[in-house]
């Protein structure tokens, strides 16, 4: 688990200032909750599609849901999932949310490759004990110190580089083809996203780091650092929950940011 760090230059830039790597997940949520202001953005499904919630009973209500999901075993969720994908066509085995058509994104409900699902289950409850407000989603009685935002490195990636690989788990994956697409995905972060209007700031050594991050552990870090700080300067975007999120966004599915 790696958070990038970061905060605003001016309109345009937003500068790289360091990592922080978490041994566990309760190392990370720890931390989240005792720093005591932030907006991040998170590689990590905040939502389960309402098809899929409706099919199975499950609370519509957005809390209830959450607290519901986070009670259940792995294996249970596993079990569920696998029957509502066994019941559909071919071709529309998982439901999906709103966000997933913009964003190019794997259905919150995804328990392989990548598991999501299970992501999902591991991250939300840890943002919430955080005291995290989950704009659109979530408000906790304290007030919004630390914002918590849907993110996906992906989205940003293929906007800049298409749907080059650029990173492996597997060692024996970990090619020239894939360091060159690091490459350019860096050089074109830092020459800045069009869409966005936003450049990523770094050092050299922070550079290297990247490039030589094969896993792509601190590079996916950094497209989310940029993401939230597109959110973070439409903050009080109206009308809507702000932090550039759409205005009819779904208060049970949630939504990735910039997408």
């Known amino acids: ?14 500068a790289l200032t360091g990592f922080v790597a978490f041994p566990t997940l309760d190392a990370w949520g720890r931390w989240l909750a005792d720093t005591p202001a932030w907006v991040g953005g998170f590689d990590l499904p905040f939502g389960l599609p309402r098809e899929l919630v409706l099919q199975l009973g499950w609370p ?14 792995r294996d249970e969720i596993r079990g ?46 840890r943002l919430i004990a955080a005291g995290a407000t989950l704009p659109g989603l979530h408000a906790p009685a304290e007030g919004g110190a630390r914002i918590a ?10 906007e ?36 966005l209007g936003l450049r990523l700031a770094i050092d050299d050594a922070a550079r290297t780091l990247l490039l030589d991050d094969a896993k792509g552990d601190c ?8 993401q939230a700080g597109w959110a973070a300067a439409r ?22 940011v910039t997408a």
């Open 60 to 73: 519509l209500e957005w809390a209830p849901l959450i607290d519901h999901y986070a009670s259940l075993g």
């Open 1 to 14: 688990m790696v958070v990038a760090l970061g905060a605003a230059r001016g309109t345009a830039t937003i």
């Open 80 to 125: 569920r999932f696998a029957a509502f994908c066994a019941a559909r066509p071919t071709g529309g085995k998982f439901a999906h949310r709103r966000t997933d058509g913009p964003a190019g994104s794997s259905p919150s409900m995804k328990w392989v490759n990548p598991p999501v699902a299970f992501m999902l289950h591991a991250g939300v409850p």
């Open 149 to 158: 935002l849907e993110a996906y490195p992906g989205l940003l990636a293929r």
């Open 219 to 226: 590079l996916d870090a950094a497209l989310c650092l940029l």
């Open 160 to 195: 800049l580089i298409g749907r080059r690989s650029y990173k492996s788990d597997a060692g024996a994956a970990q090619t020239e083809e894939r360091r060159q697409a690091r490459v350019d995905l860096l050089a074109a972060l830092e020459r800045g996203s069009p869409r």
């Open 235 to 256: 903050r009080e975007s109206h009308p809507g929950p702000g932090w550039g999120l759409p205005a009819d966004i779904d208060p049970l599915e949630g939504w990735i």
